[in-house]
């Protein structure tokens, strides 16, 4: 097994210098062992093929979860409730993590790029384009969601899914009660996701560990703020809602980039390799 492992990671290397633009993509000892962009072990992707990956995946995430808000939640008799739209949000990033993650890394959410790189699992000179594909796969998401949402007689955007604080809060939850959860919910979510990735975790269950986390998170945290824990997915939905979700956009990328640095500082810290 060691020497397939190295044999593999001798040519994931290989190609790291034939194909610049995914330097820092392969394996490493201490920080960087476990998993930060495409398969453990295998060929490192493009960064044209890994920007699609993330574009799709966080796609589905906003379509997917925020449509089962605004499609499903409040339907007569039958709406799935705060239960059914968090286990959706779980099962999207479940889901997109094994169709993939593989080849990205599976990020969906600039939280997580940033968390990673503070962690030193991920390159600091992909943060931006991956974020950049992030956004855009929330916004396309957003807009075939409103466009499918409209065509009900009476529709009006309101929220929208939207996060908000305030009287914009689902429990009329205060500023310094949305930030806090915020940065708590987004801290815990990353330190679930490093420890799920790195080297010896137990093969093929990091999505399922990630997308159960992520159904938790939206448990506990959705009559607070609506639960973001990803600025990308706050920013689709926000373009379509009221006017109001604009104004309280800033605090949904403040508050949960926190989170995400903070918990790769605690990884570096105290749970990784020397």
Wanted: aromatic fraction near 10%; glycine fraction near 14%; include cysteine.
């Amino acid at each position: 097994m060691a020497t397939g492992s190295a044999a593999r990671l001798a040519l994931c290397r290989q190609a790291e210098e034939s194909l610049p633009e995914t330097a820092g993509v392969c394996p490493r000892a201490g920080l960087n062992a476990g998993i930060p962009t495409g398969s453990q072990w295998g060929i490192t992707m493009s960064l044209t093929k890994r920007l699609g990956a993330e574009f799709l995946g966080t796609f589905w995430l906003v379509f997917a979860g925020c449509g089962s808000a605004v499609l499903a939640a409040a339907f007569p008799d039958v709406g799935i409730g705060l239960l059914g739209v968090s286990l959706a949000f779980g099962l999207s990033v479940l889901t997109m993590a094994y169709a993939v993650g593989g080849i990205s890394g599976g990020h969906f959410n600039p939280a997580v790029s940033v968390g990673l790189a503070t962690a030193g699992r991920f390159g600091w000179r992909e943060v931006v384009p991956y974020v950049v594909a992030q956004v855009i796969g929330s916004i396309v998401a957003a807009a075939l969601l409103w466009f499918i949402a409209s065509g009900k007689a009476g529709f009006m955007p309101g929220g929208f899914a939207s996060n908000g604080y305030g009287e914009h809060s689902p429990g009329q939850y205060s500023f310094d009660a949305a930030v806090v959860t915020e940065i708590v919910m987004t801290m815990v979510f990353l330190l679930v996701i490093l420890g799920a990735t790195v080297a010896n975790a137990p093969a093929g269950t990091a999505p399922l560990a990630i997308g159960l986390a992520l159904t938790l998170i939206h448990l506990v945290s959705i009559p607070v703020t609506n639960t973001s824990v990803n600025p990308a997915r706050s920013t689709g939905v926000a373009l379509f809602a009221d006017s109001w979700a604009l104004g309280q956009l800033w605090v949904f990328w403040v508050a949960p980039l926190i989170g995400a640095i903070l918990a790769g500082l605690v990884y570096r810290g105290l749970f990784a390799d020397e």
